[in-house]
Antibody, heavy 119, light 110 residues
Framework: QVHLQQSGPGLVKPSQTLSLTCGIS??????????WNWIRQSPPRGPEWLGR?????????DYAVSVKSRITITADTLKTQFSLQLNSVTPEDTAVYYC?????????WGQGTTVTVSS | QSALTQPASVSGSPGQSITISCTGT?????????VSWYQQHPGRAPKLMIY???KRPSGVSNRFSGSKSGNTASLTISGLQAEDEADYFC??????????FGGGSRLTVL
């Protein structure tokens, strides 16, 4: 059974960098069939996909246009985890952040991390 | 504004059936059979209920079913139960982005 465990701070100051990590158990971040995603949710808006990383003989990343200039998603094969960095945050980045496994279908989700951007 | 359009709220009485729509375009829902549906209870992570338009993951009740016609996908819940009260959102692959979501629909069981 695959489990994703998120970690990272819940409070980030404006203009600083938001950093979250998603630990994977029961699967490999280097899997040739999986993709590892970051998604955020800020009611009343629906979920917003931020980006993903995946391994197909080499590493690939895809990012949402809305955050492409500020986001980096990386994988750590030794620690079996992947991470999100979002730079130059503003209060608009306040949301619940989720990691999730899936190429087109998100079949496993992390528990969610509430991140507030405030001074 | 979300890329896929869902009704903000739907409701039904126990035992009834309800349908939630998810309207996209010919670049996403209409082109690919890669629509998925998620259930989310307050304060919880989303749970996959339907994938590839109409397939059910192991362990999901057969009261949940999915379909698609043109640019609109639908999630139907039959035999409504109190535990079905939750938010539901759809997701699709798109020519413009690997993953796009709907705005979500809140289901109230009366």
């Amino acid at each position: 059974q695959v489990h994703l465990q998120q970690s990272g701070p819940g409070l980030v100051k404006p203009s600083q960098t938001l950093s979250l990590t998603c630990g994977i158990s029961g699967d490999s971040v280097s899997s040739n069939t999986a993709a590892w995603n970051w998604i955020r949710q800020s009611p009343p808006r629906g979920p917003e996909w931020l980006g993903r990383t995946y391994y197909r003989s080499k590493w690939y990343t895809d990012y949402a246009v809305s955050v492409k200039s500020r986001i980096t998603i990386t994988a750590d094969t030794l620690k079996t985890q992947f991470s999100l960095q979002l730079n130059s945050v503003t209060p608009e980045d306040t949301a619940v952040y989720y990691c999730a496994r899936g190429v087109y279908t998100m079949d496993v989700w992390g528990q969610g991390t509430t991140v507030t951007v405030s001074s | 504004q979300s890329a896929l359009t869902q009704p903000a709220s739907v409701s039904g009485s126990p035992g009834q059936s309800i349908t939630i729509s998810c309207t996209g375009t010919s670049s996403d829902v209409g082109r690919y059979n890669l629509v998925s549906w998620y259930q989310q209870h307050p304060g919880r992570a989303p749970k996959l209920m339907i994938y590839e338009v109409s397939k059910r993951p192991s362990g999901v009740s057969n009261r949940f079913s999915g379909s698609k016609s043109g640019n609109t996908a639908s999630l139907t819940i039959s035999g409504l139960q109190a535990e079905d009260e939750a938010d539901y959102f759809c997701c699709s692959y798109s020519t413009d982005s690997p993953v796009i979501f709907g705005g979500g629909s809140r289901l109230t069981v009366l």
